[in-house]
């Protein structure tokens, strides 16, 4: 694959072939990604949250006990109409399909309160990755996680995981952002940033 970002059309196809292709659902792997995520999150409460990459919105069931509303975006509709249906009992949740970073959803300067990015961006183009991250700090508020994952594995993406973590991060650090929580773990790697307090600093 060359360094372009992955179209919609690719993932389309992904999803058509398999109704699960990532094992989202169903790999230990998954599991324990998700576990380790949310336990950064542990005990706080989230107003307006916004995922990227939700796939077929396994985390986003979990995450969703957490937030008053949640919005859900990937590229697949395949995946989205998965989505929707695992969430449909769930209050606050909704979805928006786009291919990031041109469809990023139309929202308020500094609204979001939690910014979460599993398993996408090393689909996106070097470019690409710099452009969301600049998405992402206009809507985030002031003191508002991000949260990032990625897996660290061979891959035949535009770009492995740890450069996509670094370049994404190498965006928000510009932008005064710190790495405020930093996981490597067997496959993937956990990447939290936000604004470093005097509380926090002691």
């Known amino acids: 694959m060359s360094g372009a970002s992955w179209p919609r059309a690719v993932f389309e196809r992904i999803h058509a072939d398999s109704a699960d292709p990532w094992g989202v659902g169903s790999r230990p792997y998954e599991r324990d990604k998700y576990r380790r995520t949310l336990a950064l999150l542990a005990g ?12 077929i919105g396994v985390m986003t069931a979990c995450l969703a006990r957490q937030c008053d509303h949640l919005l859900a975006v990937d590229v697949a509709e ?13 209050k606050g949740v909704t979805f928006y399909r786009g291919q990031l970073p041109d469809d990023f959803p139309e929202l308020p300067a500094a609204s979001c309160d939690l910014i979460i990015i599993s398993e996408l961006l090393y689909f996106l183009s070097r ?15 002031p003191r508002a996680p991000i949260v990032l994952v990625n897996w660290t594995g061979p891959t035949d993406t535009p770009c492995n995981g740890n450069e996509a973590a670094r370049r994404f991060i190498a965006t928000c650090l510009a932008a005064g952002l710190h790495v405020t929580n930093a996981q490597h773990h067997a496959h993937y790697r956990l990447d939290m940033l936000g604004h470093v307090t005097k509380a926090d600093s002691q």
């Open 78 to 90: 395949a995946a989205l109409t998965q989505a929707r249906h695992r969430c449909a009992n769930l």
């Open 127 to 141: 470019a690409d990755i710099a452009r969301l991250a600049t998405h992402c700090l206009r809507v985030r508020q």
């Open 44 to 55: 706080l409460r989230f107003h307006h949250a916004l995922e990227l990459g939700c796939s």
